[in-house]
T-cell receptor, first 111, second 111 residues
Framework: DTGVSQDPRHKITKRGQNVTFRCDPI?????LYWYRQTLGQGPEFLTYFQNEAQLEKSRLLSDRFSAERPKGSFSTLEIQRTEQGDSAMYLCASSLLDEQFFGPGTRLTVL | SQQGEEDPQALSIQEGENATMNCSYKTSINNLQWYRQNSGRGLVHLIL???NEREKHSGRLRVTLDTSKKSSSLLITASRAADTASYFCASYLDSNYQLIWGAGTKLIIKP
């Protein structure tokens, strides 16, 4: 399967713990995006990479969130000191042009 | 923030009937995209319509765009059980890379 993959698919953590998610985009895609989605809502943009450069970051993203794409290939999203409000589906997408291809997501539950 | 708002929020029809969903957006756009999300396949891109296009077809899908009214519609003809999903419109905020989504229309196809 050469689509976008995300790991892990599910994560349960206790409040205050740090979590890290990984996204492997489609190999030739230079654009990579992270979104957060809660039940009944559309995805909410978090951040965007073009190659290894993080070009955009949502103003809603708190300092507890950080993302990297060190070699312009896979990306990681870290959430520090998790809060119950961080519980959501975290989606990664990649693209060459405007059409985005999504991974299956990582479902985070913060207890 | 939400760029697009879908209408209706939920739609239930009989298999074989046509389904129409509407999307309104707030700011000027270069293009507008429709995506489908179900539990089996996640978020999948359906169709992209550019601001200089008024109508576009793809299989059983027909999308229209009215930039004067800042609205778009998605028509699914001859609906099938497999069309049961949530449908989202999304557009880039101005010329940057933030893809902004509506809350979606939940479509249920009854057998």
């Amino acid at each position: 399967d050469t689509g976008v993959s995300q790991d892990p698919r599910h994560k349960i953590t206790k409040r205050g713990q740090n979590v890290t998610f990984r996204c492997d985009p489609i190999s030739e895609h230079n654009r990579l995006y992270w979104y957060r989605q809660t039940l009944g809502q559309g995805p909410e943009f978090l951040t965007y990479f073009q190659n290894e450069a993080q070009l955009e970051k949502s103003r809603l993203l708190s300092d507890r969130f950080s993302a990297e794409r060190p070699k312009g290939s896979f990306s990681t999203l870290e959430i520090q000191r998790t809060e119950q409000g961080d519980s959501a589906m975290y989606l990664c997408a990649s693209s060459l042009l405007d059409e985005q291809f999504f991974g299956p997501g990582t479902r985070l539950t913060v207890l | 923030s939400q760029q697009g708002e879908e209408d209706p929020q939920a739609l239930s029809i009989q298999e074989g009937e046509n389904a129409t969903m509407n999307c309104s957006y707030k700011t000027s756009i270069n293009n507008l995209q429709w995506y489908r999300q179900n539990s089996g396949r996640g978020l999948v891109h359906l169709i992209l319509i550019r601001s200089n296009e008024r109508e576009k077809h793809s299989g059983r899908l027909r999308v229209t765009l009215d930039t004067s009214k800042k609205s778009s519609s998605l028509l699914i003809t001859a609906s099938r059980a497999a069309d049961t999903a949530s449908y989202f419109c999304a557009s880039y905020l101005d010329s940057n890379y933030q893809l902004i989504w509506g809350a979606g229309t939940k479509l249920i196809i009854k057998p």
